[in-house]
């Protein structure tokens, strides 16, 4: 059985979780009690209130305050009106930064893996290193993975926008 992620492992700096997240399985119990294991293909980088690609940088708010606890927790919101995304806090606390789920081995795009995955605001600060229902794997794979700027973040200026802080396999 593959080794669960702890706490440690998602306490450090984003640029080091995101591409290490590659190939690692997002495991989910379902309510039928069905355990379904994902390889994690695509992420994004948020790193802290000076990144204005990421929530923290309008301030602390009741929407990203779980964005300023220490990693390992889910920072899940909706957008559009009509899609969860699914982000993983990393970091110390009171240093906010998310790591964006983009795609899995079964799909691609964060509105589509929250669907396949059935994840809601009920997941909304869900500790990944004791919860029951969904959790992290390291599969043993070290992956050669690509990098690219960021999607739909054209509001964050040229600066922000051009950070190669997308990683995919």
């Not at 980088?45 to 690609?53: F, I, Q, T, W």
């Not at 009741?62 to 300023?68: F, G, I, L, N, P």
Request: aromatic share 12%; glycine share 10%; proline share 4%.
């Amino acid at each position: 059985m593959p080794d669960r992620l702890d706490k440690q492992y998602f306490t450090r700096d984003v640029l080091e979780v995101a591409p290490d997240l590659l190939s690692k399985l997002l495991v989910i119990r379902g309510n039928d009690n069905q355990v379904r294991r994902f390889v994690i293909t695509e992420t994004e980088a948020y790193r802290g209130s000076e990144d204005l690609a990421c929530h923290a940088s309008k301030g602390r708010t009741k929407r990203t305050e779980v964005m300023y606890h220490e990693g390992g927790r889910l920072y899940v919101y909706f957008v559009y009106g009509m899609h969860w995304m699914l982000n993983i806090v990393t970091g110390k606390e009171n240093d906010p930064q998310a790591v964006l789920i983009r795609g899995l081995d079964a799909c691609s795009g964060p509105g589509r893996v929250t669907r396949l995955l059935g994840i809601d605001r009920s997941f909304y600060g869900e500790d990944l290193s004791t919860s029951g229902r969904i959790w992290m794997e390291d599969s043993g794979i070290k992956p050669v993975y690509l990098t690219g700027t960021r999607i739909g973040i054209s509001y964050a200026g040229e600066y922000w926008k051009n950070k190669p802080w997308r990683y995919y396999l």
